[in-house]
């Protein structure tokens, strides 16, 4: 037994350069969908070949928002709804960073849904990735804004009279240069998907489609982790060319996922410095022309050297 022990605590994590261990073990549920979030994010970060010194993690809060405590990373859990101005921030601040905000459908576009849309607007150079699992996990299943129309929830005991987001059309919608949609059974393009995202300049949005057998399932008969995972796959199909604002969700119709926008176009920070620069040469131009129309009526001036016209200026003026 002993011998066993010892074993077992030689044996180390195949993740465990990118975890904190001395944080395990977490707080998330058997079946809950986070644990094959988090292994692609690992996967696709280090499939993008980034550097981990700069590399940072935003998380907002509830189930998901404990993500970015897990990682050995510089890693920051803020306040509700708050993660995406706070990337923004640190982005703009330190602009060698790759800045990846990891949050749940309820922080990012319930409470934090502005922030999204202009962070998105503006193209800020930062990486969203959003777990959606059509509900507020942490605080007991109330409805989210991406609870599909007649879901049941603790807040919408006779299903659910509103209709959601579609948080690709959204994203896309607002102007990301980047948006994609897997479920978690699609691990491999999930990770790619990462590692596109880790060095994609502009606003990236992916969304994880993902169980929470605990909450959302339970409420609505969806059975464990995997019957969820089953219906996944059941219900997936690939389509890179769809029309991301066509593809909502519900409670039973095709989940399309696939790589929607990949665009490139300015970042704030582009645009900010095209701005500050043509001030700046408007302003060079703006001096230089100053500076040759002094000239031009010093030139002026000196036409009137005789003592004559000398004492009719002085007359004059
Ligand atoms: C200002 C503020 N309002 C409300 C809450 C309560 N709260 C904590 S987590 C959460 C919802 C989280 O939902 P989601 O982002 O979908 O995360 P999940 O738990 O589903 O992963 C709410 C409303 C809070 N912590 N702070
Ligand atoms: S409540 Fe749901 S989202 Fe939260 S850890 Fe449990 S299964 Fe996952
Ligand atoms: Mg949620």
């Not at 465990?16 to 969908?33: A, F, K, Q, V, Y």
């Not at 998380?59 to 993660?83: E, F, K, P, Q």
């Not at 995997?226 to 991301?244: N, S, V, Y």
Request: aromatic share 8%; with cysteine; hydrophobic share 35%.
């Amino acid at each position: 037994m002993a011998n066993n022990t010892a074993q077992l605590q030689e044996k180390s994590h195949p993740m465990e350069d990118l975890l904190r261990m001395d944080r395990m073990p977490h707080i998330w549920c058997s079946g809950c969908g986070l644990g094959s979030a988090v292994t692609a994010f690992v996967e696709g970060l280090k499939k993008a070949g980034v550097s981990y010194d700069k590399t940072a993690i935003v998380s907002g809060i509830g189930c998901t928002g404990r993500v970015a405590g897990y990682l050995r990373l510089d890693s920051y859990h803020t306040t509700h709804g708050r993660a995406i101005p706070f990337a923004t921030g640190l982005k703009l601040a330190n602009r060698d960073l790759t800045v990846v905000v990891f949050s749940g459908d309820g922080d990012l576009f319930a409470i934090g849904g502005n922030h999204l849309i202009h962070a998105a607007r503006r193209n800020v150079d930062i990486n969203v990735i959003c777990v959606n699992n059509f509900i507020y996990g942490m605080t007991g299943g109330q409805n989210a804004p991406t609870t599909p129309l007649g879901a049941y929830s603790s807040t919408a005991p006779f299903g659910n009279y509103e209709m959601p987001f579609n948080l690709v059309g959204l994203a896309a919608a607002s102007g990301a240069s980047y948006v994609a949609r897997w479920t978690t059974m699609h691990a491999r393009r999930l990770t790619d998907s990462i590692a596109t995202a880790a060095n994609k300049k502009g606003f990236c949005f992916i969304e994880i489609v993902s169980p929470c057998p605990t909450v959302f399932a339970r409420k609505n008969k969806g059975g464990t982790g995997l019957d969820m995972l089953k219906e996944f796959q059941t219900r997936a199909i690939i389509d890179h060319d769809a029309d991301p604002t066509t593809i909502p969700l519900n409670m039973d119709n095709e989940i399309v996922c696939g790589e929607f926008v990949n665009d490139d176009r300015p970042t704030f920070w582009e645009n900010v410095q095209a701005g500050i620069k043509a001030r700046l040469e408007k302003f060079a131009n703006w001096e230089e022309m100053q500076s040759n129309s002094r000239k031009i009526s010093h030139k002026k001036d000196r036409k009137y050297t005789s003592s004559r016209d000398s004492s009719i200026m002085r007359r004059n003026t």
